[in-house]
């Protein structure tokens, strides 16, 4: 009997301490063979008994730390060998762990702490042991004491701020193309425990501009790595780069996955891939027994998948629900991804740009399916990149015939309104404007671009009125130019557009309707505080009066009740008025009925707020309505930009602005100190009427050109203080009070009076 126990201990002292995450895979071929097959791989389980012996057999301890009555011979067996590196106290916890002796890893958590806890020990431990093995000792039912438990859990953040490290992920990607077996399987290891990140470090191999062919060996520990590791490359797919796309396609050739069969089939395709990555796709096929489908078919097939998806996103699209998910998305520079929080209707969303990019590479002519693709492309690069995005930037990979053709323009113009991408809208303008020339401009160019006058959105329909204007001008001798006007459905729609841009400055206009004037007064001191230019309504009248004033407002917020009318009312009334058809609403309101819930809810434009909100508050009702609205965001340079067209258009078409307004009571021969100093506070004052603070600054030109300039040095100094501080978000300060500073400029000499407006 005791030769039989002693046998049994000498076998337990051959078994490996250790379990291989990788076992699965290693009773068979070599995974990271050239020609290995792709296996299955669990996350760092402790499920298998492999292990590996420790140093020599030293025979039992009698008393050296160890109970004389222990029974177990695994203990026994362990605690002969002496564990003293990092590795072998892993692989001892880790035993331990397996048969539940708590009071033996906490013996060896304890050596752990008296060899010193570091990040490449850490390291080493956890990828000895596996990730779950340390994970299992942080579970409540675990018995060990709180310090033991603190010291797993400083293994754990030291090993995971080791493998995320950025250096040592693309160390191991390249790793994965070392001919020694045990590189690539510690490498692979590195690459799994970092979750997301070793995933990145892989994708971004393969998109950045020095890299090889993958070799089969990255295949296969891309195969392994989950489905996080597809979304990633299905995101890193719509590159710009063909070199990038032909790698990632050679390193998902094999995988047989259903999910990256359109982008692979539309790169086997593609007109613009190598031939010899297209010949490998072929050849990968062909071992399947599989053919490759045309490229008419894969196109139609994307084009069907993405409809689902953008439905799936109409559908999620309004809802403000949580970021939920993670996804993938592509740098902008085209050669690295990154990990972004989602909605269900991000998700939607980016499957459906995914499947657009893949049928726009096949597309061969111009019909609305593809137009709808192109939009959809459109929109989502205007997102991700706003101010740099252009219609001719993503249509590069469409053929010349197509891309370079109005009637493709005039097509995408129809599907991005038909889907309402205002940023798709906004772009398709812009690319029909390429077209816009005095008399000889398409009609159905001209007739989409009537059309966006019409739009709920106010970069849209501000960018058709401004290259309908450019249609009109006329380049004249001298450098001059000369309005010529033309007829079309929509003229005077232009006029209301335009008279529109006038009022537009640096800043956003906001409405606040209804409440009492202390929370309107609280409102608009929020507003203040998030930049916002504010104009009040107490009743539903004066709100339909300043509606119908055309001014530009961007946003909406409704105070409590207002009289005269409901709440389902005012909105129906807000809404029928085109310029703010699209107009985000905040109610705030301390409670409201089970109508005006409805309401609420009927309009996804929409969003509800209590009331007084603090300034916390505030931010995410204003970040809310960003969701909502979903619109083009108006910089303060389009705003500027925008309003001196409109004031141009007018002075052309109906000579100086002052010259149809009627005159107004001030006298109009200035010639004293406190009357030029009386006009330049009218110039400055903003509550002025625009028309009286313009015939004020043309009065002090004529004062000063008559009389001299009589106010002191420093007051005409102070105007350019005031222009430099509030010129830049106020227009029309800059138009009157510029004048004023080139008739003192005048009166010095300093430039010539026949550069100074009269």
Known sequence: MITAIRTFAKLLLLLPVWADPLLPLA?????????????????????????????????????????????????????????????????????????????????????????????????????????????????????????????????????????????????????????????????????????????????????????????????????????????????????????????????????????????????????????????????????????????????????????????????????????????????????????????????????????????????????????????????????????????????????????????????????????????????????????????????????????????????????????????????QEEGSTKLVDFAFDGRNRLERILAEMRGLEGRPLALIVGGSTDLRAHTKGLLDAFSFRVTEAASATQTMSLLREGLPIESIFIVERVLEMDLGQLVQRIRANPATARCPIAILAASLSRGEHSVAAADPRVVLGSIPPDEAGFADILRRMNIVTQSPKLESANRIAWNEISWSYWNDRQGQFISTQPKLSFETVVESPAGQMNLIAIVSDKSQPLPKREQASQIFVQSVKRFGLLISTETANAQYDEYNTRGPDELDLRVVLGRVLDAIEASKSAKPWSEVAP
Request: aromatic share 4%.
């Open 27 to 475: 009773f068979g071929q070599d995974p990271f063979e050239v020609n290995g097959a792709v296996g299955n791989q669990e996350s760092d389980d402790v499920l298998t008994a492999k292990t590996t012996a420790n140093s020599g057999d030293q025979g039992l301890l009698d008393s050296q730390g160890l109970n004389p009555n222990e029974r177990s011979a695994v203990v026994r067996s362990i605690r002969s060998s002496m564990p003293s590196t990092a590795t072998e106290l892993a692989r001892a916890i880790q035993l331990m762990t397996k048969i539940r002796r708590w009071d033996e890893v906490q013996h060896w958590l304890d050596e752990v702490v008296r060899l010193g806890i570091d990040e490449t020990k850490a390291t080493q431990m956890v990828q000895t042991a596996g990730t779950q093995t340390f994970l299992n000792l942080m579970q409540a039912d675990v018995e060990i004491s709180a310090s033991h438990r603190a010291s797993v859990k400083r293994i754990l953040d030291l090993a995971n701020a080791s493998a995320v490290d950025p250096k040592r992920l693309r160390a191991n990607v390249l790793l994965l193309q070392s001919p020694n077996k045990s590189d690539r399987i510690r490498a692979f290891r590195t690459l799994q425990s970092a979750g997301n990140r070793g995933i990145a470090a892989l994708i971004d191999h393969q998109l950045s501009e020095q890299a090889s062919a993958p070799n089969a060996t990255m295949s296969e520990a891309f195969s392994l790595m989950g489905k996080s590791a597809l979304s990633a490359w299905q995101a890193a797919m719509v590159t710009p780069h063909e070199d990038a796309r032909g790698r990632l396609a050679l390193l998902a050739a094999r995988l047989g996955e259903p999910s990256l069969s359109i982008q692979l089939c539309s790169a086997a395709n593609d007109v613009q891939m190598d031939n010899q990555i297209k010949d490998e796709l072929n050849r990968v096929a062909a071992e399947r027994n599989k053919s490759i489908p045309s490229g008419s078919v894969i196109q139609r097939y994307a084009l069907d998948q993405m409809q689902k998806s953008l439905d799936e996103f109409q559908r999620s699209r309004w809802t403000d629900d949580a970021d939920a998910f993670t996804t993938w998305r592509l740098a902008p520079n085209g050669r690295s991804v990154l990990e972004r929080p989602a909605r269900v209707a991000d998700l939607a969303w980016n499957r459906a740009v995914q499947l657009a990019h893949s049928a726009l590479r096949l597309s061969d002519s111009a019909d609305i399916d593809s137009a709808l693709a192109m939009a959809v492309v459109l929109e989502d690069t205007a997102r991700q990149s706003p101010g740099t995005a252009s219609f001719e930037d993503v249509a590069s990979i469409l053929p010349m015939v197509i891309k370079d053709s109005f009637e493709f323009g005039v097509l995408v113009w129809d599907a991005s309104e038909k889907a309402e991408l205002s940023s798709a809208q906004l772009h398709a303008v812009r690319n029909l404007s390429r077209w816009v020339q005095p008399n000889a401009m398409p009609n159905p160019v001209r007739d989409r671009l009537a059309q966006a006058l019409s739009s709920g959105y106010a970069a849209v329909r501000y960018e058709a009125a401004e290259s309908l204007v450019r249609a009109m001008v006329v380049d």
